[in-house]
């Protein structure tokens, strides 16, 4: 499974099964080429696989939001299950990613 997926403007976030600190940090800098060019505007994270995540990955999403923001970009989430729902609503993410449905 590939990181992430550039397609014009956005880039798609794979996360892994698991999102704690060692690879929330991995993605980063596995992405960080993604944003370098600064044409990305667009962010989703894709959850399809995703069943366990700390405040790591929290940061993670805010991150890349920071980095879309100036430039008039979303943030979004998709295939969210359950789980990972609760989650991102106790933690405040919907205040600043849309999402999606499946």
Do not use: W
């Not at 600064?38 to 989703?44: A, D, E, L, M, Y």
């Not at 994270?45 to 980095?67: P, Q």
């Not at 405040?92 to 499946?102: M, S």
Request: no cysteine.
């Amino acid at each position: 499974m590939n990181i992430y997926e550039k397609m014009g403007d956005t880039v798609i976030i794979n996360l892994p099964e698991e999102v704690d600190d060692y690879r929330a940090s991995m993605i980063i800098q596995g992405t960080d080429e993604a944003f370098a060019d600064g044409r990305i505007k667009n962010v989703v994270f894709d959850f399809e696989h995703t069943m366990f995540m700390d405040s790591s990955g929290i940061g993670l999403i805010t991150r890349r939001f920071r980095d879309v923001h100036d430039r008039g970009g979303t943030v979004s989430v998709v295939n969210v299950n359950q789980r990972m729902d609760k989650i991102l609503l106790m933690s405040g993410i919907y205040r600043i990613a849309t999402k999606l449905a499946r």
